[in-house]
């Protein structure tokens, strides 16, 4: 009886301690909200002050509280500093250049003005990888206001499809910094996410894209702004082929690498001293790092532009870079506070039993998260943060980290509306009204973010 009676107070204690955990992570995330919300306080802040209350609702000492904030900062940015500041460099010189115009023009004299929607579907979806998302639409802006004013149909049937491919890109494919900071936390293979996003993104881009756009520019009609600048200064681009080679050099690298260094790929059919080399080229700041020096010199000293300039764009690339590097920090501080307080391991358990897909946990929590606070980077960063300790049982493989990341950046791009900057920056550029916006660009995220996640289950089914 004693024995049972000792057994029975172990079970109540661990369910105790369950409740304490559950408790105190619904308490962070809730304190992140209300700060974001409520006190407009910055992402990054709120995300430490969120995984300190929940070190301190769980029990944890406060001596090992401070040493996993540092260790959750330290661990994380250790590749995320260098992927994202490399990568936002490399999409400066790109921009600089006229590299975006170049490609985009490139498409639409291949595609023709019958299928203009697919071609900037396209433009959208490789630009993106090395351009921002915001930066990028608003280069090709004059493009597809071109476009409607030469055939007077709805500026939505070619807006949408570039803002398709663009958004798909910046939340599927590294190196944009989204992916990478949620691979990062998720400790997923860059390579295999780079492959799954590709995968996911081109049906997500086709449906969400050309096919909306055909759908929503019948019931709204928008006519591009009165063409004020009649000039129409021709500028000189470089060719599209070198724009095409230098975006695709750190994305063979990596994806090369993961591949030569798969169980697929045998001992015997490459060396281990070429597998090593190569995982060194493939490493994504490596890749990122040849891709950097090959923009630097043939689409800046090449093309007559000076070294003091080339300085001053890839300097101030820094800034948007510098943002992203300490939220994706403060997200791997969630993360650790969730896996030292024994959190994730209450969770991955608890999940287990009620039989909840992980896939649809990520996407959840960053679609809760995007819906709420607007941010599809802050969504993203803390729904890696809650979902990584839920890893830890060793038994998930690197496919299913990787699908991981899709799952959760389909999350974040769900249901664009007002407290998302990404809105208003459409609606101004488009000569959107609010509802008029709601009905195009916010429907168009949402099919985006759907498309995203079923694409993802049916890749998980084969793979």
Do not use: C
């Not at 304490?20 to 990054?44: D, P």
């Not at 769980?58 to 994202?84: C, D, H, R, Y």
């Not at 930066?135 to 476009?147: D, H, N, R, T």
């Not at 049982?393 to 690197?398: D, I, L, R, S």
């Amino acid at each position: 009886d004693a024995q049972e009676s000792r057994g029975l107070g172990d079970v109540y204690k661990r369910q105790m301690l369950d409740y304490t955990l559950l408790i105190s992570v619904f308490t962070g995330i809730l304190v992140l909200l209300v700060l974001i919300l409520r006190f407009k306080i910055q992402a990054f802040i709120a995300l430490l002050i969120a995984s300190i209350v929940v070190g301190v609702v769980s029990g944890m000492p406060p001596k090992e509280l401070i040493t996993t904030i540092q260790q959750g900062m330290g661990n994380t940015l250790g590749f995320v500093a260098l992927v994202v500041g490399l990568g936002a460099m490399f999409g400066a010189i790109l921009e600089h250049s006229g590299g975006a115009e170049a490609l985009a023009t490139y498409f639409l004299s291949k595609f023709g003005e019958k299928r203009a929607s697919w071609a900037l579907m396209l433009a959208g979806f490789f630009i993106a990888i090395p351009v921002f998302f915001d930066v990028a639409f608003i280069i090709l802006v004059p493009l597809i206001y071109s476009l409607q004013r030469k055939t007077k149909k709805s500026l939505l049937l070619y807006a949408i499809p570039l803002l398709a491919g663009l958004a798909i890109t910046h939340a599927f494919i590294p190196p944009t910094p989204g992916p990478v900071a949620v691979a990062d936390i998720l400790k997923a293979d860059l390579g295999w996410v780079i492959l799954f996003g590709f995968i996911t993104g081109i049906p997500t881009a086709i449906l969400s894209g050309p096919l909306f756009a055909k759908y929503i520019s019948k019931r709204i009609h928008i006519d591009a702004p009165e063409l004020v600048d009649n000039s129409n200064q021709e500028k000189a681009y470089p060719a599209v082929g070198l724009i095409i080679t230098i975006i695709g050099i750190p994305i063979l690298l990596i994806v090369a690498n993961t591949i030569l260094n798969s169980p697929f790929i045998s001992e015997d059919l490459i060396g281990t001293n070429n597998k090593e080399w190569m995982a060194m080229l493939g490493n994504p700041f490596v890749a990122l790092i040849i891709a950097n020096l090959i923009a630097w010199y043939l689409l800046g000293i090449k093309r007559g532009v000076d070294k003091k300039e080339l300085l001053k764009i890839s300097t101030k690339a820094m800034a948007p870079a510098g943002m992203i590097i300490l939220l994706t920090g403060a997200g791997g501080v969630f993360k650790q506070t969730l896996i030292n307080t024994g959190t994730g391991d209450m969770l991955a358990s608890y999940f287990s039993d009620v039989g909840i897909s992980l896939l649809f946990f990520g996407f959840f929590i960053a679609a809760i998260v995007r819906i709420l606070q607007g941010s599809a980077t802050v969504a993203m960063i803390t729904a890696a943060g809650i979902t990584a300790p839920l890893l830890i049982t060793g038994t998930v493989t690197e496919i299913d980290k990787a699908l991981l990341v899709i799952a959760i950046a389909s999350g974040a791009s769900i249901m664009s509306h007002v407290n998302d900057s990404g809105f208003w920056l459409v609606g101004n550029y488009l000569n959107l009204t609010e509802k008029e916006t709601f009905r195009s660009w916010t429907i168009m995220t949402t099919i985006l973010a759907l498309v995203g996640l079923l694409m993802v289950h049916v890749i998980a089914l084969f793979v």
